[in-house]
């Protein structure tokens, strides 16, 4: 066999034993990490870091309703911290920040963190999400730490569909109730007016009367 010839073959082989090591490695306990996940915002600033944010929309693209923002927030600090706000430069959005247990602030504890979206988390309505932000958009959020201060980043604004629909808004819109048609309107109108008239009277007539005088 000539140089090149063997040069190839031994090229080809390398080849072959890394594609092989690669597919023993996806189908070892770590193969989930292969799987295809959203590539979705985060950052890092000082111990707080914000994680996966969105900005979730209603599913319909022209359904009028809030939407909401969902992001994981970590504290690495030794003291917790609260979500203060959350804004959107660049819009007239409002976000409604509300904790877990419905009551107070949301805390980010030291060494812990929050989720934001989904049933029984916190949450971040845009009240007025389907005019504020458009599905498609990369959207600046901005969350204000009681401690941190500003953490900006840009998220992707998605509909509440497929893999976001459990962390999108809970209020959905409902369709409109319309009265059923065809139906008799109103009720009827007037009473019967007076009695009956032309009652017996005076006395039997023709043979019951000549019957009577015998």
């Keep these: 066999m000539s140089r090149s010839l063997r040069r190839g073959a031994l090229a080809a082989t390398a080849i072959v034993f890394s594609i092989a090591a690669l597919s023993?490695?996806?189908?070892?306990?770590?193969?989930?990490?292969?799987?295809?996940?959203p590539d979705n915002a985060a950052v890092t600033v000082e111990d707080?870091?914000?994680?996966?944010?969105?900005?979730?929309?209603?599913?319909?693209?022209?359904t009028a309703g809030p939407a909401v923002v969902s992001a994981m927030v970590f504290n690495n600090g030794s003291t917790q911290q609260t979500l203060d706000a959350i804004t959107l430069?660049?819009?007239?959005?409002?976000?409604?920040?509300k904790a877990a247990e419905g009551a107070g602030p949301i805390t980010i504890p030291a060494g812990g963190s929050v989720l934001l979206g989904g049933e029984g988390n916190a949450s971040a309505v845009i009240e007025n999400g389907h005019e504020a932000v458009k599905d498609g958009d990369s959207q600046p959020v901005v969350f204000k730490l009681s401690q941190t201060g500003a953490v900006a980043l840009n998220?992707?604004?998605?509909?509440a569909t497929s893999?976001?629909?459990?962390?999108?808004?809970?209020?959905?819109p409902k369709p409109p109730v319309t009265a059923p048609t065809g139906t008799p309107s109103g009720t009827p109108s007037g009473t019967p007016s007076g009695t009956p008239s032309g009652s017996p009277s005076g006395e039997p007539s023709g043979e019951a009367s000549h019957a009577a005088g015998h």
């Excluded at 189908?27 to 799987?35: I, M, W, Y």
């Excluded at 430069?89 to 920040?97: C, D, E, F, H, Q």
């Excluded at 893999?163 to 959905?172: I, M, N, Q, R």
Aim: proline fraction near 8%; charge should be neutral.
């Design 24 to 37: 023993a490695c996806g189908a070892g306990n770590d193969a989930q990490t292969l799987e295809v996940r």
């Design 48 to 62: 707080i870091k914000v994680q996966n944010a969105v900005v979730i929309t209603q599913p319909g693209l022209t």
């Design 89 to 97: 430069p660049g819009s007239a959005a409002t976000v409604k920040l």
């Design 155 to 159: 998220a992707f604004v998605v509909p």
């Design 163 to 172: 893999y976001f629909k459990e962390y999108g808004p809970s209020e959905l």
